[in-house]
């Protein structure tokens, strides 16, 4: 079993700069691809970004490419995400998750998820 604990999120202006972390803890923790996901009100769950447990591999949704940053800390269990350059359409609950051996795009290729985080930007 994995449990994700998620931190950051808030209120922002559009153009400023939100950073959120996921914490993990359980076992075998380096055959997970941790990723983030977003659901806006009324719409399904997509996916953010997504990286390696070792970090040398990452994707990221067309829409959060050259904005937002996703990275890996393994000496604290911890993926981080960097999102820049916010926009009134980036408003959503932030989902951390966690995936074995897969590295997916899809919330049902995903096995373990945080309780989530708002993130809302202000236009």
């Known amino acids: 079993q994995v449990e994700l604990v998620e931190s950051g999120g808030g209120l922002v202006q559009a153009g400023g700069s939100l950073r959120l972390s996921c914490a993990a803890s359980?076992?075998?923790?380096?055959?997970?691809?941790m990723g983030w996901f977003r659901q806006a009100p009324g719409k399904e769950r997509t996916f953010v970004a997504a990286?390696?447990?070792?970090?040398?591999?990452?994707d990221y949704a067309d829409d959060v490419k050259g904005r937002f940053t996703i990275s890996m800390d393994n000496a604290k269990n911890t993926v981080t995400l960097q999102m820049n350059s916010l926009e009134p359409e980036d408003t959503a609950v932030y989902y951390c998750?966690?995936?074995?051996?897969?590295?997916?795009?899809?919330?049902?290729?995903?096995?373990?998820w945080g309780q989530g985080t708002q993130v809302t930007v202000s236009s």
């Open positions: 990286i390696s447990w070792s970090g040398d591999r990452s």
């Open positions: 998750t966690a995936a074995r051996l897969r590295f997916g795009v899809w919330a049902d290729e995903y096995d373990y």
């Open positions: 359980g076992r075998t923790l380096s055959s997970l691809v």
